[in-house]
């Protein structure tokens, strides 16, 4: 095959992908002004590139700025509630597990899952919703409000 016609197909099949990719990205940016309020898409689109920044660079006090609190979690196999920051990084490493490290890492935004408890990543390992600040809830807080483990090791 000419290099030109190699060209030419690998063009269009670069191009499908991006259009794919917009699509879908369009997709979730909807269904999340949908449920957690007009235009919160940016700030979960934010959210998700700082939470994979700081999980990468295993910065447990940038993680637990993006935590609403109370959270539970479990610790030591036991359901805890995390009360503060400084608690949640005190517990960090048995909060952000590899396993949950790794889920958060490879997530993708157009892939989030979406519905009215608010953008799950990986298999509901963490999921990411609004929090009312008044009585209107028109501006609600985008957090991270459930970390928790979904394998169940023996």
């Not at 670069?14 to 957690?36: E, N, P």
Request: hydrophobic share 40%; with cysteine.
């Amino acid at each position: 095959m000419k290099i030109q016609t190699r060209l030419a197909i690998l063009t269009v099949l670069l191009a499908t992908t991006i259009l794919t990719l917009k699509a879908q990205s369009d997709g979730v940016d909807k269904s999340i002004d949908t449920m957690l309020g007009d235009n919160a898409h940016p700030q979960v689109r934010q959210l998700v590139t700082d939470l994979q920044q700081a999980v990468a660079a295993h910065d447990p006090a940038a993680v637990a700025a993006l935590v609403h609190y109370p959270i539970r979690v479990k610790l030591h196999g036991k359901p805890t509630n995390v009360s503060t920051p400084k608690a949640f990084i005190k517990n960090y490493d048995s909060i952000i597990t590899p396993d949950i490290a790794t889920v958060i890492g490879r997530q993708k935004y157009e892939a989030l899952f979406v519905n009215y408890q608010g953008a799950m990543l990986g298999e509901g390992e963490v999921w990411i919703t609004g929090f009312c600040t008044d009585n209107t809830c028109k501006h609600p807080d985008i957090k991270i409000g459930t970390i928790q483990s979904t394998t169940t090791k023996q």
